[in-house]
Each structure stands twice: as C-alpha cells, then as structure tokens.
C-alpha cells in the first residue's frame, strides 16, 4: 500500500514556527487525499488539514496560521505559524486512497508559552 514517514517536528515557544514534512512510498499514484491529523493527550485525534488535487480543508482551529501543500505526489507539508500551546500535540500524516488509509508513525510538537 502506502508508507508514511513524517518529519520537523520539535519545541517551540509560542508564537513561532515550524514545518512538518511526510514523504509518502509505494504505491503513491492511487492516493486520492493527504493531510495531518493531531492528538493531544487524553484527547481524541482530530482533522488539521487535508488536501487533494483541487482543494485544501482546515480545522477551525488553525485557519489563518497553518498551511497545507503538496509539493510532488510523494510528499504534504504543513507550515504552522503562530504556534500556540494548545497546538501541542503529536501530528500524523495520513494517505487516502480506494481501498486503504494509512498512517504515519507521529512526530511530536511542542509550543511552550
């Protein structure tokens, strides 16, 4: 199917920046969606960003400070900007295609304030 492997994740103060990464292998011409996710802890995974082919979907939560690209079919970025502690968290790629989702394996981000 699809491998996922995310990178850029760190510590950060509140305020700043960073830029995750995920470079997709295998079989990455039948994904059809790709975006981030994130879970806090003690808290259920939810939707950052997602993009396909003609659009791009954020969380309430991010709009106006994170950005999500595709630079090439192997690889979704996402520039998160403003950072604030509650983005805190570890963020998952994720790969949508006919017949399968998958994951990444998580990178940490943490906003200190």
């Known amino acids: 199917q699809v491998q996922l492997v995310e990178s850029g994740g760190g510590l950060v103060q509140a305020g700043g920046s960073l830029r995750l990464s995920c470079a997709a292998s295998?079989?990455?011409?039948?994904?059809?969606?790709m975006g981030w996710y994130r879970q806090a802890p003690g808290k259920q995974r939810e939707l950052v960003a997602t993009?396909?082919?003609?659009?791009a979907n954020y969380a309430d939560s991010v709009k106006g400070r994170f950005t999500i690209s595709r630079a090439n079919t192997k690889t979704v970025d996402l520039q998160m900007d403003s950072l604030k502690p509650e983005d805190t968290a570890v963020y998952y790629c994720?790969?949508?295609?006919?017949?399968?989702?998958?994951w990444g394996q998580g990178t940490q981000v943490t906003v200190s304030s």
């Open positions: 994720n790969a949508v295609g006919p017949v399968f989702t998958s």
């Open positions: 993009i396909t082919s003609s659009n």
């Open positions: 295998g079989r990455i011409f039948s994904i059809s969606v």
